[in-house]
């Protein structure tokens, strides 16, 4: 199983970016999908997440409003876009897949390697 995380990169203070989130080695169309983020000299943080129908969605109240997740399961892939972004935003991103469908971290039962996003004043 693999969680493979790309699109991450440098942009200024009140541009975009789209993430994406390749899943490969079983059907994730039941599981839910996460992003978390990580900043330096910070704990990972949730993000946003989406159940398996992409109708059921969540956000962490410091991106409600600027960030959009979806999914498309028929292409095992899961996206976040982010606009209107701070430097605050900077981090490293990770896409996660619950099985339980809870976006708490210590349910998490995969993990993708993490795209770094850095946003400039």
């Known amino acids: 199983v693999q969680l493979q995380a790309s699109g991450g990169g440098l942009v200024q203070a009140g541009g975009c970016l789209r993430l994406?989130?390749?899943?490969?080695?079983?059907?994730?169309?039941?599981?839910?999908m996460i992003w978390f983020r990580q900043a330096p000299g910070k704990e990972r943080e949730f993000v946003a997440g989406?159940?398996?129908?992409?109708?059921?969605?969540y956000y962490a109240s410091n991106v409600k409003g600027r960030f959009t997740i979806s999914r498309d399961n028929t292409k095992d892939t899961m996206y976040l876009q982010m606009n209107n972004l701070k430097p605050e935003d900077t981090a490293i991103y990770y896409c996660?897949?619950?099985?339980?469908?809870?976006?708490?971290?210590?349910?998490?039962?995969?993990w993708g390697q993490g795209t770094l996003v850095t946003v400039s004043s």
């Open positions: 994406s989130c390749d899943a490969s080695g079983r059907p994730f169309n039941n599981w839910a």
């Open positions: 996660a897949a619950s099985a339980s469908g809870s976006y708490r971290i210590a349910n998490v039962n995969y």
């Open positions: 989406t159940r398996w129908n992409g109708d059921n969605t």
